[in-house]
């Protein structure tokens, strides 16, 4: 279900980002409100105001839940355009707010729905969900919400951690290792984690899609293992 998400309009705004809200922003228990990554990072942020207000916002409102912080930065980038996630994160509508009041109870989103629309992928969406949740902690039930939208974000070109509207690759292994810990452990060698994700998929089919014997002398090793930026 395509959606458009929008802050709430108040009567003041939280910054002189655009963005708008109905509460105070005070930061979440150990946390500092609007934190960026350091210089020198790779980061999908760049500095922008509005993510920055908007993340603040969120976490101001966190439950201290395990995946606040990862659902705080995909939704404020994917509000300011930062990633290839849909409106909602890709989850329907009911479920980004059940999202939304499992985790930031008290933060209102508007969410603006459209129609359906057949999805040509649907099969390979499929295999690449069943996948995670067979790998699910089973310690929260939003890792069903994250494995719906890294499937999402699976379907994009970019880096995993760039689709997802991340800060960093190592916000995604975080999410990996926290949600999927039994598939993120099988990642011994650090593979990009798009990379990583679909070739388990082949080798769950006995697909051998690499003819290089080994990695270590494969041509295309910075393919599969190089720096994501």
Known sequence: MR???????????LSNSGVTTSHSTKPASGRVAGYLPQAGER?????????????????AHAAG????????????????????????????????????THHFPGAE??????ENLPDPRALERDDVLGLLLAHRAHRNMS?????????????????????????????????MNRNFPSLAAKNVHDMKWKKFIY???CEQEGINA????????????LN????EE
């Not at 980061?43 to 976490?59: C, D, F, H, S």
């Not at 989103?109 to 459209?114: A, H, Q, S, T």
């Open 109 to 114: 989103l508007v969410i603006r729905c459209g």
């Open 43 to 59: 980061t999908n942020v760049k500095g922008n105001l509005q993510i920055q207000a908007l993340y603040a916002e969120l976490m």
């Open 65 to 100: 839940l395990a995946n606040d912080d990862l659902f705080a930065q995909m939704i404020s980038s994917q509000v300011d355009g930062v990633g290839a996630l849909p409106p909602g994160l890709g989850l329907a509508e009911r479920d980004f707010r059940a999202l939304l």
């Open 224 to 227: 599969c293992f190089g720096p």
């Open 3 to 13: 959606t458009d998400i929008m802050p709430r309009r108040q009567e003041a705004p």
């Open 199 to 201: 070739k388990q998929l």
């Open 143 to 175: 890792e069903e919400w994250m494995a719906e939208i890294v499937t999402a974000a699976c379907m994009a070109s970019d880096h995993l951690w760039q689709d997802l509207g991340l800060w960093s690759r190592d916000h995604l292994s975080r999410l």
């Open 210 to 221: 690499c003819r290089s014997p080994s990695c270590e002398y494969c041509a295309d090793y």
